[in-house]
């Protein structure tokens, strides 16, 4: 859940990089399920199906579940903080303040409600049920609430706040970024997230990886219409 390597496939071919300094002697970890916004105990049950035991400290409750992201009823001592679930412990990673088991019941009401309730067709839509919501912004729900309005919508500070390592969910939420932009004639933008993705592949699967060198290609070369878009994925990255 929390690994030290980034696993490519492609082809006949794979292999590991490191994404983080790694000590003699320390276990190489990948993830292997793409379970990084999953809560806690959905990424047991992944898990389980798959017979992997992961004693990463997530998985043992020592530590946060980022995903399961929950809003602090408008805190006065800490209105912008947020609450995480460490096992049964409700606490503000801000001011440090714990839920009382009523403020926790809550919470967890309204969560399972919304698993259920919502039901958003629009970003407005989304933005004014978060608004009122006990959940904060970043909650794993409110993300696959995103990622089925469209992929390209989630957040680039909502990802990175819950999977703060080089992954290759991110190279493809800034892929798809960039086209969003290259339609909406923002090139300046596409460019950078082209050269945002372009860094974290590098990170992921170096430089001579073949995507990363397509990145390159787009950051440097970038679209300017839909037209171009649909040449360039076509033809590895070279316009016509």
């Known amino acids: 859940c ?8 492609t082809g006949t071919t794979m292999w590991v990089t490191a994404i983080t300094a790694i ?3 320390q276990i190489l970890t990948v993830d292997a399920a793409d379970l990084f916004y999953r809560p806690a105990h959905e990424r047991r049950q992944f898990l389980a199906v798959d017979k992997i035991s992961c004693q990463c400290d997530l998985c043992g409750l020592r530590a946060p579940d980022l995903a399961r992201t929950v809003w602090a009823f408008k805190c006065v001592n800490c209105p912008e903080g947020i609450v995480h679930p460490t096992g049964n412990n409700f606490t503000c990673v801000n001011c440090l303040a714990e839920w009382t088991p009523s403020q926790i019941q809550a919470a967890e009401a309204q ?5 259920e309730e919502l039901d958003v067709v629009s970003l ?3 933005d004014s049920f978060i608004a009122t919501s006990l959940l904060h912004p970043f909650h794993y729900i409110f993300f696959w609430a995103l990622d089925d309005l469209h992929a390209m919508c989630v957040d680039s500070n909502c990802l990175n706040y819950t999977l703060p390592y080089p992954h290759d969910e ?3 939420h800034y892929d798809h970024l960039a ?5 909406i004639g923002d090139i300046p933008g596409a460019a950078a997230a082209y050269e945002a993705a372009y860094t974290v592949s590098c990170l992921c699967s170096g430089r001579d990886y073949d995507e990363s060198q397509l990145y ?5 070369d970038t679209p300017t219409t839909k037209e171009d878009l649909l040449r360039v994925y076509k033809h590895g990255g070279e316009l016509e």
Do not use: Y
């Open 2 to 9: 929390v690994p030290n390597c980034n696993l490519t496939v």
């Open 23 to 25: 000590d003699a002697g």
């Open 111 to 115: 969560e399972s409600s919304v698993v």
């Open 124 to 126: 407005a839509d989304l």
């Open 170 to 172: 991110k190279v493809q």
């Open 179 to 183: 086209q969003t932009l290259v339609a």
């Open 216 to 220: 390159h290609r787009l950051m440097s």
